[in-house]
């Protein structure tokens, strides 16, 4: 709310309208045609800010706790008998994602979700990820990740297929390169890449005769 101030200034991004021009604008959102008691509609793009969209990249570390006494990681299901892959073993995970690689390093989000060991010829897991964001404005946000991860690959990219709050409309991908593994206790941190695609979030805002839209 604090763009309200910078209404008189015109700055850039900044659109202002006639209140006869956006009562036009607002009319056309839900068009002629559309039956308020409908179960769907079509919305106008602009509205939802999809006509301008912004590339973000994000990097911290994804730790995979196993052990000690606080684990993150926790194996719900074991994997099947006489599997060489450790083929259909499940782990829960409540992963802290940090700025640094040490996991002492600033806390930015956590990675909730599971992963599950879904390949029988090498070590590959099917990954089912929230990435629910902590830091400054991204606090309280989520892209969602789903892919494939044969962890012994140098890259591993998942896509991601969606996201709330400051990420609705995701798209894009991430890249998972593991920083270290420790073999007997299984830990892992890995770095994570995120390429992300979402709107700008246009707001509009009623200030007397105008209705004023901030590009954010
Ligand atoms: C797996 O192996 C364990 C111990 O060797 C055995 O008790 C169990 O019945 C086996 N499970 C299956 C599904 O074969
Ligand atoms: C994030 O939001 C929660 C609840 O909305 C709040 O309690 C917390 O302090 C915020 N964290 C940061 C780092 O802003």
């Not at 839900?30 to 990097?59: I, Q, V, Y």
């Not at 990435?131 to 012994?152: C, Q």
């Not at 400051?166 to 994570?192: M, N, P, S, W």
Request: proline letters at 5%.
């Amino acid at each position: 709310m604090a763009n309200v101030s910078t209404i008189p200034s015109f700055r850039s991004g900044l659109l202002v309208v006639s209140l006869l021009f956006s009562t036009c604008f607002l009319a056309s959102v839900a068009g002629p045609d559309e039956n308020p008691g409908a179960f769907g509609r079509t919305l106008d793009r602009k509205l939802m800010g999809l006509k301008k969209e912004k590339l973000s990249h994000f990097r911290f570390y994804w730790h995979d706790v196993q052990s000690g006494k606080n684990p993150s990681s926790i194996m719900v299901v074991p994997p099947v008998n006489n599997s060489q892959t450790n083929f259909g073993q499940v782990n829960m995970i409540d992963n802290p994602l940090t700025l640094g690689p040490e996991i002492g390093s600033k806390m930015v989000g956590r990675a909730q979700g599971f992963y599950a060991l879904a390949d029988q010829g090498q070590t590959g897991l099917l990954m089912a990820q929230n990435l629910a964001f902590m830091e400054g404005k991204y606090n309280g946000s989520t892209i969602t990740v789903l892919g494939r991860n044969p962890i012994f690959n140098q890259v591993r990219e998942m896509p991601i297929v969606g996201g709330s709050g400051v990420f609705r409309f995701a798209r894009g991908y991430v890249q998972a390169h593991t920083h270290t593994l420790d073999i007997k206790t299984k830990d892992a941190t890995v770095e994570y890449n995120v390429l992300e695609m979402s709107r700008v979030r246009l707001l509009f805002l009623h200030v007397g005769a105008l209705i004023v839209f901030v590009y954010q």
